[in-house]
């Protein structure tokens, strides 16, 4: 019955304005377009060689140089009007130090979100760890690659739907961006989120987790081939993922995505190394954005000025482009497979 009278109603629009109802929906598609185009380089590049500067001090787990890095990225969302889910100007989620290791301090995940028109309630998770190794030995791990890359990442995918809602074209559902400590510690500040949701958003209304992880370079592997990124995880637990994700690839960016690592029997195990993880564990379906280990991989030599900036805007756009989708769709991801 509902369809029949949309059909008529859908019908009756078209003879009037035929060439309007053409044009709004070639124009809806074109939108993504549109708003992937705001993410650049030079931003990338301007926040994260600010965030992967010795001031930030190698963003250790509970140090002074993460709490900057989190003000840093709190003071981001203000400026651009994106709340936090915690409520007022309160972006950092504590996650207290009986939760992380015996000789670390107290720290923080940091949460900020867009509020979906149709489906407020439901949420589509982008994350990426804010913490890196710190400082050791005297020198600063400045983590530009692992995980600066995904931070500047989020901002820049967070900026580009903050531009569509001021334009009038919110999500349908809410997407939270989630900047956790702790990962280099063990997974650990995400192992906190999945088990403390902020309140708006219980695990079960969570429809994925897209973790972004080093996406600003190339491996051994690439270096012929640098318009590439490894994609893990995303038939794991659903199979409409996998096929969303392929298909936005396709249809905008057509980058190389390489499954090498997804393979169950690949001996680094990557699907269990990073905090898209605790999400899968909990029936959330996941992709990680990872662009494979290279010489300067936990190293003081991860520096902002070797980084590919056309990659990691290429690979943000993909990003946000899976997002639209997931958070434009009429339903909530289908898990079709058993969690392990
Ligand atoms: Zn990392």
Redesign the pocket.
Known sequence: MKKIILSIAVLGIISCKSSQVTLGETSKEDLSVQYANTINEEDLKKHLYILASDEYEGRGTGEAGHEKAGQYIKDFYLDHEIKSPIGGDDYFQEVPKEFLKPDLNDSFNVVAFIEGSEKPDEVLVISA?LD?IGIEDGQVFN?AD??GS?NVSILEIAEAFQKAVKDGHRPKRSIMFLHVTG??KGLLGSKYYVDHPVEMFPISKTTANLNI??VGRSDEAHKDDKDFVYLIGADKLSTELHNLSEKMNKKYMNINIDYTFNDENDPNRFYYR?DHYNFAKKGVPIIFYFNGVHEDYHKASDTPDKIDYKMLKRRAQLVFYTAWEIANMSNMLVVDKPIK
Request: proline share 0%.
């Open positions: 760890h890196h983590g692992d995980d995904g990962e280099e992880d080093m990073s």
